[in-house]
């Protein structure tokens, strides 16, 4: 027969193998996407502006230390005037993978009768720790073509969508 004792000495010294202590689950601190949609925002427009002092602001904080030579990214993408827009953003901690989409006309030599749009993928990495959002890194991924019915606004947002909120 069990007595209460040995019982309540079962429940504890199994409690103790089984759980974790409570200051090993933390809820990891939340990130700042508006601040990371805002700055991503401002660097891709100075970089299709052609703006390299306004390009480069992103990246500088006086806690940084010392300065990224951002110059050969910024004349490697974008050196072509063109109409572009920012596409979808995934977040990962403080990492955003953003697509840069570039509407293209037909090029009946290449065989592409209809328009399409070029879509680059970069990689924007933020300096972690800080309360302001810094760029770290920004990397090209690559590049992808996409038929005019992937990228239009009518393809974003199919109808279905629009009646929803009615």
């Known amino acids: 027969m069990i007595h209460r004792r040995e019982l309540l000495v079962g429940t504890l010294a199994a409690g103790a193998f089984f759980s974790a202590p409570a200051s090993a689950c933390r809820e990891p601190a939340a990130k700042d996407r508006a601040g990371y949609e805002r700055v991503i925002g401002a660097l ?6 052609r ?11 006086p806690e940084r230390g010392t300065r990224i030579d951002v110059r050969s990214l910024f004349d490697a993408h974008f050196d072509r005037p ?3 827009f920012r596409g979808e953003m995934l977040f990962n901690g403080e990492t955003v993978v953003v697509q840069v989409v570039t509407p293209k006309e037909g090029d ?4 592409i009768c209809g328009g399409y749009a070029a879509a680059d993928l970069f990689l ?4 972690p720790g800080l309360q302001v959002p810094v760029v770290d ?3 090209y991924l690559e590049t992808n073509l996409l038929a005019g019915s992937e990228w239009t606004k ?11 909120g009615s």
Do not use: Y
Not at 124 to 127: D, G, L, S, T
């Open 44 to 49: 891709f427009a100075a970089w299709w502006k």
């Open 51 to 61: 703006d390299l002092a306004a390009f480069r602001r992103p990246f500088e904080h």
């Open 82 to 84: 063109e109409r572009r």
């Open 124 to 127: 924007v990495r933020f300096f």
């Open 137 to 139: 890194a920004v990397r």
């Open 108 to 111: 009946p030599v290449h065989g």
């Open 154 to 164: 009518e393809a974003q947002h199919p109808a279905s969508e629009h009646r929803a």
